[in-house]
């Protein structure tokens, strides 16, 4: 099957699943996701599945990247926050949305590669960096969006809410336990914060510090039903 073939089945695919957002399915149609994944997976770049990356982590499904990013409404005039940069494929597809797209990375090689990319394909409104994004970006903030692309406990992070514009939207995949893990859309109004459950989903965890080296990025015991890393669940 052509390169060309696949891009379609997939788009019909993530319409299938919802995604019905023109602007959304016209980012994922330009975004080339076979730069974003290892070489070893090439023949499934435009599969809709996750996949591995480097350092134990992963590149999100694509319905699962098209469905979050269409819940964020985003406008050409938006700045937007992601946290868990990883391969950069869903910050690429961000982009082509906003204005400004910040994205924050714990594993600095993952940042490096990432930053390539986003270089190799222009992507010039995207800004990187290697850091704990659970601290958010406090000197860009704040942000009419925020993106989180690794599970956090059962509440958001502060320093993430407190950095999310009245008015403003958080998508954030939530639940301790990643069996239970739902992607929940946070509305800041001007009295505190609305909280919607959209879908189910298996994300790595969201973890605290950084790591130059990549190093000591999985702690705990191995589990041999380890989550996936933004894929659907049912
Ligand atoms: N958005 C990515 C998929 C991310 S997988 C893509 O499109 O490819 C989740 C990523 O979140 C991993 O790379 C992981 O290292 C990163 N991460 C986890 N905790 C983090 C934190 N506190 N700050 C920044 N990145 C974090």
Same mark, same amino acid.
């Given at each position: 099957? @052509?390169?060309?073939?696949?891009? =379609?089945?997939? %788009? &019909? #695919?993530?319409?299938r699943a919802g995604v019905t957002d023109?602007? !959304? /399915? ?31 982590? @992963?590149?999100?499904?694509?319905? =699962?990247?098209? %469905? &979050? #990013? ?9 700045? !937007? /926050? ?20 910040y994205t924050v990375e714990r594993l ?14 222009? %992507? ?111």
């Amino acid at each position: 099957m @052509t390169l060309e073939a696949r891009k =379609i089945r997939l %788009l &019909m #695919t993530l319409r299938r699943a919802g995604v019905t957002d023109a602007r !959304v /399915l016209g980012a994922i149609e330009r975004i080339p996701r076979e730069l974003f994944v290892p070489d070893a997976f090439q023949d499934q770049a435009w599969e809709d599945t996750a996949l591995p990356i480097d350092l134990g982590q @992963t590149i999100s499904q694509p319905v =699962i990247v098209a %469905l &979050m #990013t269409q819940a964020l409404e985003l406008d050409e005039r938006m700045a !937007v /926050l992601e946290v868990g940069t990883g391969s950069g494929y869903q910050a690429a597809v961000l982009s082509r949305l906003c204005r400004r797209l910040y994205t924050v990375e714990r594993l600095k090689p993952l940042l490096a590669e990432a930053e390539r990319r986003f270089q190799a394909l222009r %992507l010039h409104n995207i800004t990187a960096r290697h850091g704990d994004g659970m601290r958010g970006w406090p000197e860009q903030a704040p942000f009419e969006r925020i993106l989180v692309t690794a599970a956090g406990g059962d509440e958001p992070p502060k320093d993430l809410t407190e950095q999310l514009r009245v008015g403003g939207l958080m998508v954030i995949p939530l639940g301790g336990d990643y069996r239970n893990q739902r992607v929940v859309r946070i509305r800041r109004t001007a009295s505190g914060f609305d909280r919607e459950e959209l879908w189910p989903v298996r994300f790595v965890p969201l973890l605290p510090g950084t790591s130059s080296d990549g190093s000591a990025n999985q702690p705990g015991s191995p589990d041999p039903a380890r989550p996936d890393g933004g894929t659907a669940a049912s």
